[in-house]
Structure formats: C-alpha cells, structure tokens
C-alpha cells in the first residue's frame, strides 16, 4: 500500500546549504535578494548534527543528534530528499528529548510517524515519495544525495515551529574509487576499481526489466574491495530498445572482458543480480565458463520476458495467464500468480538448465516477493542442482521482505510501474522487515563473494 499521511504528501522543496556535507544552523539564516546575500535571524533553538561529520556512503549508518532543546520537550524530526529528476521523498518521527534537553537517535526511540521504536536509521529507509508509483533510485554515482534533517516543536508537524536544520550528504563514490565507462566491442557499461592496488576480485553486476545503466550497487561493492562491471543490456544508447531476444554471446563478451582485465584476479568472476538481472546471473552460470561464484536476489530459474539464444540453443519465454492478475483491495496489480509454474511440463522447455552450472550459488529471497515466486525458484534450482552432484547452494529467506532488496537503507519500493506489465503492481515487503533485510543480505553478498573469489575484505558495514 502506498499511502502517505498528508504531511508527507505537501510538496515543500528542499534547503541545499552548498558543498559541505552538513550544515549547522545555529548561526543566523543567509537570506537571498536579487543574487545578494543577506543576514536575517533564524527561529531556530538547536543544532541538529550527524556523526560522522564528513560526508559518508549511502550504506554507511549515520547517528543523529538534535541538542539544545528544553528538557523532555515534544518534537517532530523528518527527513527529505530529492532524487535526481526532482521526486520528492520524506519520512518523519515523534520523540522526547531527554533531561539534559538531547536527543540522540540510537538511544531515543520513535513515538510514532513514519516508524516507531528505537530506529536510528528510521528516517533513511521509511521515506516516501511525495508522488505513488515512485522507487528511489541513484541515477548519477558522481553526485551525492542530499538529506534535510529538520526538528519541529510538538507532535504536529504542520503545526510545528522549526528549531533546527541539518543537511546532510550521502554518496556512492568512497574515495579513490575509479569509475572508467566500457565501449569495448559490443559491451556497454561502467567498471568500478577499488583505490588499493590490485588485482581485485570481479564482479558483474546486472540489474533488472527496467533497462538502461543503474551503477550504484556496483559504485558501492567496488568501495569494499572488488573490481565490479556495471552492464546494461537493453535500452541504452545502441543496445536493442527491447529483450523480446537476448543473445548471451553478449554476456560471454562482458565476462571475458572483465576475466582479462589488468586489474581483475582470475581465474573466474563473480556474478550478482536482481529480479530478471537475477535469472540472467542464472543462465550465464549454467551456460558459461569462467563464472565462479553467483548471488541471484529475487531471481527466477525460468526464461521470462523474451526468448535466449546461445550457441544455438534457445530457452522460450515461459507462458502466463493474464487471467490469474489480481487486483489488491487498494487498486494495485498483482502479478505474482501469472507465470506459469516450472514444473509444468509444457514448460520444462523454458527452465534454466542450472544443473550445467560450475559455480557456487547464495539465493537471497524476499518471502513477500509479489513479481514472482522467487522462492519456489531458489528451491528448484536447489533441487537440480542437488539432483546432479552438484554443490548445494546457499538460501537465505527474509521474512515480511519484497522484491527490490537494494543496498542498505535504500527505502522499500512497495509499489511502482512494471516495465513488462506497462501498470503499476505491487512487490510486497513490510518497510522495518524488509530494511533490516536489507542490512543483512548485503553483509552476506560481501561475506560470499569474499569467500568464493579471494581477495583482502573491505570494510563490510560498520554497525552502528
């Protein structure tokens, strides 16, 4: 369900306070007439900061900390954000502060809002866009993410007076980080090199239906330690416009690319994607060589979307039932019944031949994933491999958690347009469940691949 309290719904804009990550407002207001800048005293009775101080990464936990405010008083914190095509996102809480007039977000807990309960991320990954339909996505690397973190007195958050302002930056990029653009052959996409020395251990990183070039899985992952190709494969400059056929000679292409790339540990490469990303992952496994390790999250074990060829194999699109499209009490579509089951023999034909695969598995699954039955796939694709000597792979199943698992605190997309379906449809997940999975299945993504290609551990993700 996508509805916002209309405090999230006014389309109020946000504050940028020039380069530096945040800003403090305990000093008068900068006002601006005519392009000159002026002094005006601001209503503002205490300082909002975020430590660490410096700007950090997007998956790196922050500790907010509002001080100078009278003992016990009521206040409203929120948090807005802009993406990059001007959506409005925002999330907001209810606290006390304590006796000495502080209040700190990892001691403090919500009364209520956007979330409830001690959450010290809670502003993060509860917010919500302004517009329904939206998902939060970074679509510049180079650029960081601004989030206004603002203090109001009482409960009322319309009602409220402002006390303090905070802005606060979040990038993809750690510093040192190389992000070098691919035109090699047919290979359209964007490596991303750790500042160490290397080799370093390789990852492709492909993304699901939606098409285009999204780098900020990638940016992030190369920030721990690995050399990580970020690949489009449709709709993006002289790519095909669609994937009704997909060839995997262009997938071998990008993996060979990467295998043989100065900077990048061998023999094999890694292999990370998510929702139709996720099944691709699963069939270059099982047809190519050179793939050591693969993590699917949310991914099918059936060809969905377009036929696949390879080396004059072909894999159809499984068939759906358009009939079996629901339609939830709110409006929204649900197409989690479409596909036809894999087990069917009528479509054998489109099963992924997994048990070909070389390489070790981890299945990260959202138990309330809406697009497909993700975890019956995980399961199957588990049996076929079992069934062929092969490696049993590793499942991890998260409760109450949806289909898009992003990096952490990215907030949950509950729903937003299908590209295939051409409506928008729901993808499941409850928002505090499916955050902490999140946390959680990056860690393991870190964890796997570590273990499976080498290399020296990056920094994880620092607890907070």
């Known amino acids: 369900m996508m509805a916002s309290s209309p405090a999230l719904l006014r389309a109020l804009g946000l504050f940028p306070r020039g380069p530096k990550s945040w800003a403090w407002l305990t000093r008068p207001a900068m006002v601006r007439f005519g392009g000159v800048v002026s002094w005006a005293p601001a209503r503002t009775a205490a300082t909002v900061t975020v430590e660490p101080a410096s700007r950090c990464r997007w998956d790196e936990p922050v500790r907010i900390v509002a001080r100078g405010l009278p003992p016990g008083q009521s206040v409203t914190l929120r948090a807005s954000l ?49 517009k329904p339909f939206l998902r939060l996505v970074k679509r510049d690397v180079q650029t960081p993410f601004a989030v206004e973190l603002e203090v109001f007195d009482g409960h009322e958050l319309e009602a409220g007076r402002l006390l303090g302002r905070a802005v606060h930056e979040r990038d993809f990029l750690r510093p040192g980080v190389r992000r070098e653009p691919v035109r090699a052959g047919r290979v359209r996409a964007t490596l991303f090199l750790p500042p160490e020395p290397g080799p370093f251990p390789g990852i492709v990183d492909i993304f699901g239906a939606g098409g285009g070039l999204l780098e900020y899985r990638a940016s992030l992952l190369a920030g721990k330690g690995f050399a990580v190709l970020a690949l489009a494969y449709y709709n993006y400059e002289d790519l095909p416009k669609g994937m009704e056929t997909l060839h995997l000679e262009y997938f071998e292409e990008a993996v060979n690319y990467l295998r043989t790339h100065s900077q990048v540990k061998g023999p094999g490469v890694g292999l990370l994607g998510i929702s139709k990303g996720g099944e691709l992952c ?83 699954v959202g138990q309330d994933d809406h697009n497909w039955k993700s975890e019956l796939y995980a399961n199957e694709a588990s049996k076929r491999l079992q069934a062929h000597g092969k490696e049993k792979p590793q499942i991890i199943c998260y409760p109450e958690t949806g289909h898009y698992i992003e990096p952490p605190y990215f907030p949950l997309c509950q729903a937003s347009m299908h590209t295939l379906v051409g409506s928008p449809v729901i993808w499941g997940g409850e928002p505090r469940a499916h955050a902490m999975a999140q946390v959680d299945a990056w860690k393991q993504i870190q964890i796997f691949f570590h273990k499976h290609l080498g290399g020296t551990k990056g920094t994880i993700l620092p607890e907070l």
């Open 82 to 130: 802009r993406d990059e095509k001007g959506a409005l996102f925002r999330a907001h809480a209810r606290y006390c502060a304590d006796a000495a007039g502080e209040l700190d977000l990892t001691r403090s807990p919500a009364l209520g809002g956007s979330f409830d309960g001690l959450e010290p991320m809670g502003l993060f990954w509860a917010l919500k866009p302004e």
């Open 282 to 364: 699963v069939s270059m496994a099982s047809f190519l060589k050179g793939i050591t390790a693969a993590v699917i999250i949310n991914g099918s074990v059936i060809n969905v979307g377009g036929t696949l060829h390879y080396k004059g194999e072909t894999l159809p699109t499984v068939a759906l039932d358009q009939n079996r499209i629901k339609v939830t009490k709110d409006g929204f579509v649900d197409i989690l019944d479409v596909f036809n089951s894999p087990l069917e023999e009528s479509d054998q034909k489109s099963f992924i031949p997994v048990e070909r695969a070389e390489s070790a598995f981890l299945f990260l």
